[in-house]
């Protein structure tokens, strides 16, 4: 399957409002997904005016104002945020990209994998190009056969049949009163309001106006008017070379978007990734709801003679996962591999039926791992998805499995969503075991997770003492994160928040491993932070790793569930001491991610920078 692209944002609307306040409103929404460039196509009874622009939104506001666009009436428009991926980001290259007669407008999200020889056969048809994406063989495309198709969506069916990757296109025509839209592997849908209507690459771009959706599968072509919505199918014979495209209608169900425009906000915040971190224990509480009383109901197809569990994830989702391992392994006895989804693509593959593959994923739309999930699902191994997004591409593959109901996560450092799919980790853990006292402590453990994190949110102590810690190492430039055991995985995700939004080169460790290498970069300079739980055989390994680095002089931050009064040993080795409360030994590594979290918000605030949009990186990483 081609990649998925979901780091630009698309939104489109027909309806009774003012055009350009609505497309603006929708761009901002969709912020977090990470750009470089803005732009949008307006149509009006004369043909299509297009504002580009590099940068933030508020530039291509202040061209939408100086060129007195918002006042005008419009019939509808498009209008698109690109992260670059052909061509830098320029005006050239940003969208709408339009044909060669100006009267076609496309904006894309995605990679055209044969953009080269499309090119070349529209150069030699007398085709020029412009700017140096792969989204404008697109437009030059969809001018090509219009000339010759019965009607536009013809036209459109034929430009796909000939497009090999990954897209989720809006499209206006001069004359045509509806917007087109069509997706493959990348997300899309089709907002549903009374007499007004929206495409978008997610809900968050309409749902103060909706609430009312559709989500496109690949191989569909909506067309949208103020008043009506259709969509066919486009069926590919493989066996045809042109391939054999028949359109078919489909029937689709509308469904109710699971949250409102104020989850969408900041509200009294200053950013979503603070909001998010205090929405923790709100969101813990809706992940484990239905689950912690009701284990067995949990939708997850267990093979009669499980062997192995493979769990399948990128990123923050992937250290999450290294918590389910751990527990797993060690407590239910069930053989558990955590792999990186992208790795997992290129490796043989040895599943089986006798085989459950988990794939995590906040977004469900992650490429490398649906294609990692699909790998292994065609080897006929159970498979089931942790996923927070409902309806999105992972969870229908998937078919079963969990959903975290975190709410929607804006923010592109992952907070709530890593938080949830741990404790996620401790329901599956549970549902495995046969063990009753286990399950209970598990199940006990998690209903007194959201109120641990609160806990740390509201104590005055913690956070003079995080702020501290920004003050003191903002200006680092390195950093270390140590754990042993289930605290491992945590520092992952501490070294990867911090070096996500501060960018300070961070790095976790197992702490065992420390002196097989990271040793050398630790002097008087370098904050080492020290993830210590309360297990009595790994607490004294990680004191001894602790004496070592103080050795060194390194500069000793220590996040801990252990009790108040602790080895003083630990206390006079430790510059910054955060105590966090104990829940359970599989569910601490939750209550220990917040101070984690915020530290590397604070650090990112001190040095001046926006955590919610760290350079180079968008909400869901899914280029290959």
Known sequence: PPPVIVMCGIIGYTGPRPVVPTLLKGLSSLEYRGYDSAGMSLVHDKGIHTVRTVGPIVRL?????????????????????????????????????????????????????NKEELKAELIN??????????????????????????????????????????????????????????????PL????????????????????YTHRAITLKDREIVAISPTNHRIQRVFFSPTDAPPDVVAKKTDHRIVDVPFDIEQVRKGKYAHFMLKEINEQAMAVANTISGKVDHLDDIHIDIPPCLQSILILACGTSHYAG?????????TVGIPVFNEYASEFINKRCFLGPQNLVLAISQSGETAD????????????????????VVGSQIARIAGRGMYLHAGPEIGVASTKAFTCQVAAMNLLAAFLSRDRQFRREITDGLRKVPEAIREVLQDTETMETIAKIAETFHTATNALYLGRGLDYPVSLEGALKLKEISYIHAEGYPAGEMKHGPIALIDHSMPCFFILGPEESIYRKVLSNMEEVNSRRGRIITITSTPKGLDKRVIELSEF???????????????????????????????????????????SVTVH
């Open 189 to 208: 849908c089709v907002g549903i309001g009374e007499g007004e209507n929206f495409l978008a690459s997610d809900a968050s771009a309409f749902v103060e």
């Open 577 to 619: 001491l955060i105590h966090v409360p104990h829940v359970s030994l599989a569910c601490d590594p939750i209550i220990k991610a917040v101070p984690l979290q915020l530290i590397a918000y604070m650090i990112a605030v001190k040095k001046g920078l926006d955590p919610d949009k760290p350079r180079n990186l968008a909400k």
């Open 369 to 388: 791992t649906r294609d990692a999930l699909l790998k292994a699902k065609e080897t006929g191994a159970s498979v089931a998805g942790v996923i927070n």
């Open 322 to 330: 290294g918590v389910g391992e751990y527990i797993i392994n060690n």
């Open 125 to 186: 048809m007398g085709y020029q190009f412009t700017s140096q994406t792969d989204t404008e063989v697109l437009p030059i495309l969809l001018e090509h056969y219009a000339k010759t198709a019965d009607t536009f969506f013809d036209a459109i069916v034929k430009t796909m049949t000939k497009v090999i990757g990954a897209f989720a296109l809006a499209i206006l025509r001069k004359g045509d009163p509806e917007i087109y839209g069509t997706c493959v592997g990348s």
């Open 61 to 113: 506001e202040a061209e939408v104002d100086a060129q007195g666009l918002r006042e005008k009436t419009w019939a509808f428009g498009v209008a698109h945020t690109r992260w670059a991926t052909h061509g830098a980001p320029s005006v050239i290259n940003a969208h709408p990209q339009l044909s060669n007669d100006g009267t076609i407008s496309v904006v894309h999200n995605g990679i055209i994998e």
